[in-house]
């Protein structure tokens, strides 16, 4: 299970990059706490944190599972395309956030896979 716990610290890594990263824009725009809008720059770079939050809530759990019951080398390799996709969503999301769906897609793909995968290991078990 070594390779899911390098990369769920990678994930969680990324996650407190694109943290710092708001909060360099925070200070960049003066854009004082608690305050949740102000610069677009700023309110992209948290949009871009808050979403990979909401995407690690499935995430993490999926990947465990994934490691657990199918493979736990497949599931870092499908770990890694998530968190390569988190990147193209951020470089994208900065730049014009209208331009941010492909690298959505690719994470979205790779959890969606692991779900799946996970569901139907799962039922085949409970049948056999």
């Known amino acids: 299970m070594e390779p899911i716990v390098i990369v769920t610290c990678l994930a969680l890594m ?47 759990p999926v990947l465990w599972m994934y490691g657990y019951f199918v493979h736990p080398v497949w599931g870092a390799g499908l770990g890694l395309v998530f968190i390569i996709s988190r990147f193209m969503y951020r470089a994208a999301y900065m730049k014009d956030p209208a331009k941010r769906g492909p690298g959505f897609t690719l994470g979205f793909l790779a959890n969606v896979v692991m779900i799946l995968w996970v569901l139907v290991v799962a039922v085949m078990g409970l049948a056999g």
Do not use: C, D, S, W
Request: net charge positive.
């Open 14 to 60: 990324q996650y407190f990059l694109f943290g710092l990263q708001v909060g360099q824009m925070r200070g960049k725009h003066g854009v004082r706490a608690p305050a949740m809008a102000g610069h677009p720059e700023f309110e992209r770079a948290f949009r871009v944190h808050e979403n990979t939050l909401e995407q690690l809530i499935v995430f993490v």
